[in-house]
């Protein structure tokens, strides 16, 4: 009965499905997108009108900047592009302990300028926790502030409240499943921040850099497993899952930190994550060919969907860090080159930001690229799932909708030519004899026979793309065709 026929009538089901496909790719861009942090310290930066015509001319959807720049604001004013402001660290404490304070903040930084300028989320600080000037205190008073004063402007439905937080802020991070907070962050800001969040609808923003856990630890960290690339995995001991690359490790972390506290559905946004073009002798893995492979294979990760392996449907939105090199900044040689473009707007590196733009992206990698350790990430490098060069498969969402699935599974079995003769009566796969099994089954193998490509998929919704071998009683699907 679930299974497809070849006498079935498709025929009310294809123009629905026909119509659900053809959005398959701007329906991701919605759901998983990317964005770039807009970093200032420099003295030889295009000015601020031009930077937003870059951003356009690139499909950037989504910028953060570290203030809220009245020649930023306006120029983004009218470009569609998302915005995230900042109120500076220095600013807490005034904030936390005045309210009016606090709605001036926001008449003249978001009011004046919303919704021109699409301001959709104002970050409260920024690593508050590693701060050197004590502002940990202040930081739950000035976002409750801040909010106080959206619901005054009648803007409070549109912009979200968050604070990004550095990976510091975790006790362990490894095994992913292990992950925790500080535990004198627990009680004095953790619950109540996530509380927060949980009340207004909004995120948790997250700076997560693979980075600095393979440059520290790289005698033990897959160069490969740090920049998405094919590797053997690292099984979690935990809760048995395989994690494919080390940036789904730090992010499933965070989760597995938010889960011990009773914070399930909280979602997340990764408000930065780079790695650098150029660093010092002493900076390992800090090259061009690795900022770009990391950089390119993390925008295709994301744009292709899904989610973690402890999160598998948790769609994500970055923010890649930087959109410039920043020759004003302070520290090691990296710091000035985690940029995007270089101060004339040229690109470092050719990476694509879009769906489009992926079609025809490749990771060059050299012959002779980094070394080739794989055993698990010591403490603070996490742990996460789904590479999009690892395998993958592609499963039904059994929230869907048994109408979505059905119109779904007769195309992928009929126009979308996936081999569905193991679901027919009598054959390997057709029990369990379930709506989802059969689905999945026919969706992997569409989704294999298409070679895994970005919006493959999808199906309108009822399909999604999870890093552990699915099985649907003795039935495995395969991983190629």
Aim: hydrophobic share 40%.
């Amino acid at each position: 009965m679930l299974c497809f026929s070849k006498n079935q009538s498709m025929d009310r089901h294809l123009l629905t499905l026909s119509l659900l496909l053809l959005s398959v790719l701007s329906s991701h861009a919605d759901a998983a997108s990317v964005g770039v942090n807009y970093g200032r310290i420099a003295d030889n930066l295009p000015s601020a009108y031009r930077v937003a015509q870059l951003l356009k001319s690139q499909g950037l959807e989504r910028v953060k900047v570290f203030d809220s720049d009245p020649a930023v604001l306006r120029a983004l004013a009218g470009s569609n592009i998302k915005v995230t402001v900042d109120v500076p660290n220095e600013l807490l404490s005034s904030v936390a302990k005045s309210q009016s304070f606090a709605t001036n903040w926001v008449q003249r930084n978001v009011v004046a300028y919303h919704p021109n300028t699409q301001i959709e989320a104002i970050a409260v600080g920024n690593e508050v926790f590693v701060d050197t000037h004590n502002t940990t205190k202040f930081l739950i008073p000035a976002m409750k502030n801040i909010h106080t004063a959206l619901i005054h402007f009648d803007i409070h439905s549109a912009i979200k409240i968050s604070s990004p937080i550095a990976l510091s802020a975790l006790q362990n991070s490894y095994p992913a499943s292990a992950g925790s907070f500080r535990p004198e962050l627990v009680e004095t800001v953790f619950k109540p921040m996530l509380e927060f969040l949980r009340q207004t609808g909004s995120y948790l923003m997250v700076n997560a850099y693979p980075y600095f856990a393979y440059e520290s630890n790289a005698d033990v960290i897959s160069l490969d497993y740090a920049l998405f690339r094919q590797n053997p995995g690292v099984v979690d001991a935990g809760n048995g899952l395989r994690y494919f690359s080390l940036f789904d490790a730090q992010i499933d972390a965070v989760f597995a930190a938010m889960s011990a506290l009773k914070y399930d559905d909280i979602s997340m946004v990764v408000s930065e994550t780079g790695w650098p073009s150029k660093g010092d002798e002493n900076e390992v893995g800090a090259s061009l060919e690795n900022a770009a492979a990391y950089n390119g294979n993390l925008v295709r990760r994301i744009l292709a969907g899904g989610g973690t392996p402890l999160r598998p449907k948790a769609d994500l939105t970055v923010y890649l860090f930087a959109l410039f090199n920043e020759d004003r900044k302070n520290g090691p040689t990296s710091e000035r080159n985690y940029g995007l473009f270089f101060p004339n707007e040229r690109k470092v590196y050719d990476i694509p930001f879009t769906v489009e733009g992926l079609k025809n992206y490749h990771d060059h990698r050299s012959p002779v690229a980094g070394n080739q350790h794989m055993t698990a990430p010591v403490n603070g490098g996490g742990d996460v799932s789904k590479s999009l060069t690892g395998n993958t498969w592609c499963v039904a969402n059994g929230e869907a909708g048994k109408e979505k699935l059905q119109a779904a599974l007769d195309y992928a079995c009929g126009e979308g030519g996936a081999d569905c003769h193991q679901i027919q009566p009598g054959s390997a796969c057709y029990d369990p004899n379930t709506l989802e099994a059969h689905a999945s089954y026919a969706f992997n193998s569409y989704y294999q026979k298409k070679a895994r490509g970005v919006g493959t998929c999808y199906f309108g919704g009822a399909a999604y793309v999870v890093s552990q071998p699915p099985k649907y009683g003795k039935c495995e699907l395969p991983t190629g065709y």
